[in-house]
């Protein structure tokens, strides 16, 4: 166990529909990243926040958000899902910056 | 953006060999690090090594920075079956947010 939670871990969804991604950092941890992994494009940076602030955007499609929450939670979703979307999402957790990053196991996403 | 490129992009090798891993990088950095991840699963940090190091030592792990050159190298000696996975450096392209990039892995393979 990382210390980083993600949930859930597999996602089997239809085109067109919204999801929703958690992400609970390993305790201590301000910021959370999240990353997208597909066997085309590899791992790609999506977003990252801060203590519940937005700090850095990456390769997101509109339509992707996210959010930090005070708890420092995060949440990812996706809507309007297409058959690309289908990949393995990462979150992870880091403390300091420039330390290393505490990796989630991932949410497996599989649009149909 | 795609930072880090690992070269060979995959390697196969019996236990006991070494196992010697390359990565390039386009811009400046604060640190280089170097993540495992086994098929499927979260990626796990290896080693971070700033950008006025040149060697770092951990265990049966040796990695070198190269700045003028913009390079690195993983090396992991007297390799083990349990080694088997991929490997990947990331790079903060000299942010100092703490996003980092990642390259597409060297997918390392050994044999019993």
């Known amino acids: 166990d990382s210390g980083v939670t993600q949930t859930p871990k597999h996602l089997i969804t239809a085109t067109g529909q919204r999801v929703t991604l958690r992400c609970s950092p390993r305790?201590?941890?301000?910021?959370v990243y999240w990353y997208q992994q597909s066997l085309d494009q590899g791992l790609q940076f999506l977003i990252q926040?801060?203590?519940?602030?937005?700090?850095a955007k990456g390769n997101i499609l509109e339509r992707f958000s996210a959010q930090q929450f005070p708890d420092l939670h995060s949440e990812l979703n996706l809507s309007s899902l297409e058959l690309g979307d289908s990949a393995l999402y990462f979150c992870?957790?880091?403390?300091?910056?420039?330390?290393?990053?505490?990796f989630g196991s991932g949410t497996r996403l599989t649009v149909v | 953006s795609q930072q880090g490129e690992e070269d060979p992009q995959a390697l196969s090798i019996q236990e006991g060999e070494n196992a010697t891993m390359n990565c390039s990088y386009k811009?400046?950095?604060?640190?280089l690090q170097w993540y495992r991840q086994n098929s499927g699963r979260g990626l796990v940090h290896l080693n971070l090594?700033?950008?006025?190091?040149r060697e770092k030592h951990s265990g049966r792990l040796r990695v070198t920075l190269d700045t003028s050159k913009k390079s690195s190298s993983l090396l992991i000696t007297a390799s083990r079956a349990a080694d088997t996975a991929s490997y990947f450096c990331?790079?903060?392209?000299?942010?100092?947010?703490?996003?980092?990039?990642f390259g597409r892995g060297t997918q390392l393979t050994v044999w019993p």
């Open positions: 090594i700033r950008s006025n190091e």
């Open positions: 992870a957790s880091s403390g300091r910056t420039g330390n290393g990053y505490t």
């Open positions: 305790s201590g941890d301000l910021s």
């Open positions: 811009t400046s950095i604060n640190n």
């Open positions: 990331a790079t903060d392209e000299g942010s100092t947010l703490g996003r980092l990039y």
């Open positions: 926040y801060y203590n519940g602030e937005e700090r």
